[in-house]
């Protein structure tokens, strides 16, 4: 008995580190700053919002088990999309040597959600659809499936927003933090 729960308390740091490691990775800047760098990074912000809300969205689609198994992708997906769009608002910022594992954790994660959080918000969707579909009848039942990944895509679209904005708020300054807060809202 003693064994078993020493392999699974193993196996679980070793999730953990990997999920660590997946999550902190620093990706190289895509971007050249040209122009106008403030809104260079709203434009960035808008576009890495709409393909983690639009990425997210489809995978929230799969009913079922195969909805659910979707789930931790899902996150890997968006949090990959986040990350790099840290990367590129810092670039741009003139900051990126100061990107390192904990400004990463800081950007992604202190926008007022937890990642265990974010883990049921995208659960609960599949979940809830499920639930009302037997509620719901044939007809409506049917729309379920669509509803629920809307949700999910809103919900991420809002989520890599407010991430844009942490990075922003990291490695921008004062008017750069103003400039992109007044557009976004």
């Not at 954790?105 to 579909?133: H, K, T």
Request: proline share 4%.
């Amino acid at each position: 008995m003693k064994k078993e729960s020493m392999s699974f308390s193993t196996l679980e740091k070793q999730v953990r580190e990997t999920l660590f490691d997946l999550v902190t990775h620093i990706p190289q800047p895509r971007v050249v700053p040209e122009g106008d760098v403030v809104l260079q990074i709203i434009q960035l912000i808008k576009e890495a919002s709409f393909r983690s809300a639009a990425l997210s969205g489809l995978l929230s689609l799969p009913p079922g088990p195969l909805g659910m198994l979707t789930v931790v992708p899902d996150m890997i997906v968006v949090w990959r999309l986040q990350s790099q769009l840290i990367a590129d608002i810092a670039h741009l910022c003139g900051t990126y040597d100061q990107l390192d594992r904990d400004s990463m954790i800081f950007c992604l994660f202190s926008n007022g959600q937890s990642n265990i959080q974010d883990l049921l918000v995208r659960a609960g969707e599949r979940v809830g659809l499920r639930i009302g579909r037997r509620f719901l009848g044939e007809g409506l039942a049917r729309w379920a499936p669509l509803v629920g990944a809307f949700a999910v895509a809103r919900y991420t679209k809002g989520d890599t927003t407010r991430v844009g904005e942490n990075a922003v708020g990291y490695f921008g300054s004062n008017k750069a933090r103003a400039e992109v807060e007044l557009v976004l809202h």
